[in-house]
């Protein structure tokens, strides 16, 4: 099963260099997250056998609004970490951060999207 969370608004710090990090901005973050089916919840319309949605918005709001980070890879890495954490189900998880505001740019964005694959431990 993939769940997904498309542009989610964050509110933070982000840039290389330190005049992009004066005043806080809008990103965007987009999540992929596949889950284990054993306990398929279409079959039952129980939420507590599905992996919310809402919590994952959570977390994403949890490890960044309001932090400053100097790259974009490393707001990936603490949603996909947090993220990857937060369920046994959760098998694989790709985090895509998007800053919709760049500095004296052409460009209209800048993106970054890592995909983190982990295995759960035995007995955790």
């Known amino acids: 099963m993939l769940i997904q969370v498309i542009d989610f608004p964050v509110y933070m710090k982000i840039g290389y260099r330190s005049v992009e990090r004066l005043e806080a901005q ?4 987009s999540l992929d997250v596949k889950v284990d089916n054993d306990a398929d919840p279409a079959l039952s319309d129980d939420l507590s056998r599905a992996l919310d949605y809402g919590v994952l918005a959570g977390i994403i709001d949890e490890q960044l609004n309001g932090r400053e980070c100097r790259l974009i890879e490393t707001a ?3 949603v996909g970490e947090a993220i990857i954490r937060a369920h046994y189900r959760i098998k694989e998880c790709a985090v895509t951060v998007e800053k919709t505001s760049l500095p004296q740019s ?4 800048a993106r970054v999207r890592v995909t983190k694959q982990f295995m759960q431990v035995a007995g955790g």
């Open 26 to 29: 809008n990103v965007l973050v």
């Open 76 to 78: 990936v890495n603490l």
């Open 106 to 109: 052409i460009m209209k964005t």
